[in-house]
Nanobody, 120 residues
């Protein structure tokens, strides 16, 4: 069964860091671009990053996270390093995968989500 498995969420103080992982089960992430999304309570889903297969200018970071979040990848897992976290970053974070050189919809697979809470 092909699926994405997310991990790394948790409770962190403002200014702290977390690294989220999005691991492929049953397939390799080679040739897949990975989108990161988040949804806070009462808010619409927000696309925050694309870690593309082609890299370079095809990668994307939303203004809300640019300069604080950084993606990386290997053939099995994509990571999202989140630094200087703020209470506004509190949300459920999702990854999604599409077999394409850049992030396009609809995605082929979605992770189950992982909760990130930024609070003192």
């Amino acid at each position: 069964q092909f699926q994405l498995v997310e991990s790394g969420g948790g409770l962190v103080q403002p200014g702290g860091s977390l690294t989220l992982s999005c691991a492929a089960s049953g397939f390799s992430l080679d040739y897949y671009s990975i989108g990161w999304f988040r949804q806070a309570p009462g808010k619409e889903q927000e696309g925050i990053s694309c870690i593309s297969w082609s890299g370079g200018s095809a990668d994307y970071y939303a203004d809300s996270v640019k300069g604080r979040f950084l993606g990386s990848r290997d053939s099995a897992t994509v990571y999202l390093r989140m630094n200087s976290l703020k209470p506004d970053d509190t949300a459920v974070y999702y990854c999604a995968a599409i077999r394409a050189p850049r992030c396009l919809t609809p995605y082929d697979y979605w992770g189950q989500g992982t909760q990130v809470t930024v609070a003192s």
